[in-house]
């Protein structure tokens, strides 16, 4: 069996400023509730050491292997509109980054392991729902080919935590590309410290973007390529209904993957302006208005990097204008990217004038009839012959026969034939999605009879959303009335 071999990259060859060195604080009675082996393989990890009393030791933030040397990554942010200047990881570390089987650098993040010096007045740890929720939340979206930070361990802590109630305290191990957010470079920003933000800009260029690596417009360069990947991000989660729920600046990741899975989720019955977060009082992070808030997000990361990204420019007016394009252009690379997903959705794979409106048409018809998202899309590849299983989605089914008239004539435009179309559609429009009654009753299962049935049947059918589960049918159905989440916690 063979212990990890950790890098630490971030704490060698950025300044002290950025962390602070800090040891967890042990837990009294761990016990490994579940390894996602897959990404375990992927991360070179040992799985016999992993399950073995060492790599629970590992996992629980007991005992590293030598020459670990932990830190508490610093950080600011926007939350709610509002600038922090001091965030940081509060209730986590990062234990160290390993290479991948491709060779590629990874965070290994233990997040509800105790206070930090960043922890202002938390506990340091976190609930077993809280990150119950995340483990199948993140690897939902990784299963639908969405970036995002993984999970690849669940341990028990044997000890309570305290919230509204006392709860079982739990800790997870997160893996990411990295944990740099738009709020590590405000950090610095607020501190004018310019030569901290020309390190962390090289080291994130080298490990996320080495192409820019060297080259004299790599800041600018930098700022469009963060652009992109997340215009991006957000239009991949605009095509599968999720909402993030707290799109502060310190929970987006200039990796382009999605973190931070707080009150987080995939919408049932669509309608634009939905918010399930207990504390989006104002909508702020409402379904529709992700593709904005990541604009204004990246316009922050702009505005931090202004210093910088005069030296390409040659002059601070000049990089300005330059931040103000690159910001500029995230509209643009958004809706490329969710138009394309959009046309694909309703399968129409060729380009034609008028898509756009038909795509639009269906979602509004949608809205107004509650119908759901996930399936509405997903039974649409079953609607080329007329079947009704779309139609039967929407409180009154002849709304959407006017639209599906339209919609059959533009595709018998198309030249592909309707059973290519249809596997074509179904390997785009998932049947399962973590849907929010079904991860609360795998927490409350949990949490209260300690039973992690539910919990593994769900990771299992998430983990193939796109295949059709004949078994597993009642985790593709929207909720009973009754059974309907409104609401989400951060859990904190
Ligand atoms: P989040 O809402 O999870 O993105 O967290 C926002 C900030 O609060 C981060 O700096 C976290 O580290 C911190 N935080 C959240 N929960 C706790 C906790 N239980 N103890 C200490 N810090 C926390
Ligand atoms: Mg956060």
New binding site residues.
């Given amino acids: 069996m063979r212990s990890p071999r950790f890098h630490h990259t971030y704490a060698v060859d950025l300044p002290e400023r950025l962390y602070a060195h800090t040891d967890p604080s042990p837990v009294s009675a761990q016990r490994l509730l579940e390894l996602n082996e897959p990404l375990a393989t992927e991360l070179g990890l040992d799985i016999g050491w992993l399950r073995s009393s060492e790599g629970i030791e590992m996992l629980a933030g007991n005992r590293f292997p030598a020459g670990v040397r932990p830190i508490a990554q610093a950080?600011a942010?926007h939350?709610f509109g509002n600038f922090v200047p001091q965030?940081?990881?509060?209730?986590?570390l990062l234990v160290g980054e390993l290479a991948d089987t491709s060779g590629r650098l990874r965070d290994v993040q233990l997040k509800?392991s105790g206070?930090?010096r960043?922890?202002?007045?938390?506990?340091?740890?976190?609930a077993l729902g809280p990150m119950m929720r995340e483990y199948i939340v993140s690897e939902a979206m990784h299963a639908l080919g969405i970036p995002t930070t993984r999970t690849l361990s669940l341990v028990a802590t044997g000890e309570h935590?305290y919230r509204e109630t006392k709860l079982p305290g739990a800790l997870i191990a997160r893996v990411a590309a990295s944990h740099i957010r738009v709020g590590t470079f405000q950090y610095l920003a607020v501190r004018e410290d310019i030569d901290g933000m020309r390190a962390l800009a090289d080291y994130a260029i080298a490990r996320h973007y080495p192409d820019l690596a060297g080259s004299p417009n790599r800041y600018l360069g930098f700022l469009e390529a963060v652009v992109a990947v997340q215009a991006k991000l957000v239009a991949q989660w605009m095509l599968v209904g999720f909402i993030h729920g707290?799109l502060?600046t310190?929970?987006v990741a200039i990796s382009g993957e999605t973190i931070?899975y707080?009150p987080c989720a995939f919408m049932d019955a669509y309608h634009p302006a939905t918010v399930f977060s207990s504390i989006d009082h104002q909508g702020r992070y409402a379904f529709a208005n992700q593709p904005r808030i990541t604009v204004w997000n990246l316009a922050r990361l702009a505005e931090a990097l202004l210093p910088i990204l005069g030296d390409d420019a040659g002059g601070d007016d000049q990089g300005f204008e330059l931040a103000k394009a690159a910001i500029g252009s995230c509209q643009a690379y958004y809706e490329a990217e969710f138009h394309k997903g959009i046309r694909h959705k309703i399968g129409l794979f060729s380009e034609k004038p008028g898509d756009l409106d038909l795509a639009a048409e269906l979602l509004d018809l949608m809205a107004r009839n509650s119908a759901d998202f996930t399936l509405t899309f997903r039974d649409l590849a079953h609607e080329i012959d007329g079947s009704g299983r779309a139609r039967n989605h929407f409180i009154d089914p002849t709304a959407f026969d006017g639209w599906a008239a339209r919609w059959r004539e533009r595709l018998a435009r198309e030249p592909e034939n309707a059973a290519d179309r249809a596997a074509r559609m179904r390997a785009i429009n998932p049947k399962y999605i973590a849907r929010n009654h079904r991860v609360e009753a795998a927490i409350g299962a949990a949490t209260n009879d300690g039973d992690f049935g539910p919990f593994h049947r769900l990771l299992t059918v998430l983990a193939r959303p796109f295949d059709e589960q004949p078994e597993m049918e009642e985790y593709a159905q929207p909720p009973a009335d009754e059974g309907r989440v409104l609401q989400t916690f951060?859990g904190?």
């Fill in positions: 950080y942010g939350q965030l940081g990881d509060g209730r986590a509800g206070p930090t960043f922890s202002r007045n938390g506990d340091g740890r976190a935590v707290v502060n310190d929970n931070d707080g951060c904190t």
